[in-house]
């Protein structure tokens, strides 16, 4: 069973579009997370949710909105899609540490998203 | 701010002998964790190993140990008996202790070639 999934794997759009990325996580973690890798694979926290609570808002444009419908799944949708937003988009989940924090994050297979 | 740093981008190892890659990281806190992940070329992010800061003793899983050095805020990894299957990308992450943050914050690689 994949413990962390992530939809679409691939996505090709134009510029100017709006799309969305799924993750689901099977392990039963409180808290979930999206990393952006850009070109020169440095890989950058974006959001980070705790129980359908947003806890991590890094510097990202407010075209980035997640979505957590549910402990077990954090979407990511992007509006007006620009030509910079080209990366590898990963998922991530983890424990809720019983102090907080530096439990293992497991990843999902990352999403390559290319704006033409 | 916190940082991490892999000084070495690219790193060789011949197959079966043993390569140590670096990682320096700078916070004030007393408290944290800091992580190996491996990326090889399927995309796919790995933990390889997960150290305490408050534990002294380095953390080891197979061929796979770490010196840890927190006065020196230093974290190598040591990869022993090196295989084929150890060529990747391997990321240096840090994260900060408390909260339900969980924020990873990643070194920029070493890409790591194995050569038969």
Known sequence: ?116 | AQTVTQSQPEMSVQEAETVTLSCTYDTSESDYYLFWYKQPPSRQMILVIRQEAYKQQNATENRFSVNFQKAAKSFSLKISDSQLGDAAMYFCAHCPYGGSQGNLIFGKGTKLSVKP
Not at chain 1, 41 to 53: A, P, V
Not at chain 1, 79 to 86: A, I, K, T, V, Y
């Open chain 1, 1 to 116: 069973d994949t413990a962390v999934s992530q939809t679409p794997k691939y996505l090709v759009t134009q510029m100017g579009n709006d799309k969305s990325i799924k993750c689901e996580q099977n392990l039963g973690h409180d808290t979930m997370y999206w990393y952006k890798q850009d070109s020169k694979k440095f890989l950058k926290i974006m959001f980070s949710y705790n129980n359908k609570e947003l806890i991590i808002n890094e510097t990202v444009p407010n075209r980035f909105s997640p979505k957590s419908p549910d402990k077990a799944h954090l979407n990511l949708h992007i509006n007006s899609l620009e030509l910079g937003d080209s990366a590898v988009y990963f998922c991530a989940s983890s424990r809720r540490g019983l102090a907080g924090g530096g439990e293992t994050q497991y990843f999902g297979p990352g999403t390559r998203l290319l704006v033409l």
